[in-house]
């Protein structure tokens, strides 16, 4: 098994909703990461996460608040967005964080 | 990590030998040269690295100039398939918590 899944697809969310995007691997990777993509835009790092601690936060906005509950999966939590923060998030992990990576399909959001 | 710059894009035959340059004049002895692409609607997928010499796998070749501060991408036979951004990403060998910053890639259209 060598696919990061990303859950849901897509989204569709208003400013004042909470929701959550997941990730899963299996693949017995320690390290895992949030991507933040804008149509045409290269991907934007988001957060790092190495042995389920918090290792870089890229300066986001509190209203994104990460989670990773154990070592295969990782969650984003959502609060209070604009709509300026539509874009498709991409998850991603690797063996550690000096590996290469393997991202899921990405999680496309809207808010309306 | 050390600056890469690519083409914004490139045109390219089917069946003929996709070559794609990157530059990173400021690369340091302690930085890989690593490749993604992402075809459209998909996350990226990493595609080869290396530090000083040539590399080659099932998907493409790496050569890197003596000096290291370009490369080349090589894909041998380029399919429509093969229509994606590649990214052109320097990292460091111990990758300081785990960094992956993408820049802005070639657009490479493979053409029937």
């Known amino acids: 098994d060598t696919e990061v899944t990303q859950t849901p697809k897509h989204l569709v969310m208003g400013m004042t909703n909470k929701k959550s995007l997941k990730c899963e691997q299996h693949?017995?990777?320690?390290?895992m990461y949030w991507y933040k993509q804008k149509a045409k835009k290269p991907p934007e790092l988001m957060f790092v996460?190495?042995?389920?601690?918090?290792?870089i936060n890229e300066s986001v906005p509190s209203r994104f608040s990460p989670e990773c509950p154990n070592s295969s999966l990782l969650n984003l939590h959502l609060h209070a967005l604009q709509p300026e923060d539509s874009a498709l998030y991409l998850c991603?992990?690797?063996?550690?964080?000096?590996?290469?990576?393997?991202f899921g399909s990405g999680t496309q959001l809207s808010v309306l | 990590d050390a600056k890469t710059t690519q083409p914004p894009s490139m045109d390219c035959a089917e069946g003929r030998a996709a070559n794609l340059p990157c530059n990173h004049s400021?690369?340091?002895?302690?930085?890989?040269v690593y490749w993604y692409r992402q075809i459209h609607s998909q996350g990226p997928q990493y595609i080869i690295h290396?530090?000083?010499n040539n590399e080659t796998n099932e998907m493409a070749s790496l050569i890197i100039t003596e000096d290291r501060k370009s490369s080349t991408l090589i894909l041998p036979h380029a399919t429509l398939r093969d229509t994606a951004v590649y990214y052109c990403?320097?990292?460091?060998?111990?990758?300081?918590?785990?960094?992956?910053?993408f820049g802005q890639g070639t657009e490479l259209s493979v053409k029937p």
């Open positions: 991603a992990s690797s063996q550690t964080f000096n590996e290469k990576l393997f």
């Open positions: 693949m017995g990777h320690r390290a």
């Open positions: 996460y190495s042995y389920e601690k918090l290792s």
């Open positions: 400021t690369i340091s002895g302690n930085e890989y």
């Open positions: 290396g530090l000083k």
């Open positions: 990403i320097v990292r460091h060998i111990y990758n300081q918590g785990g960094k992956l910053i």
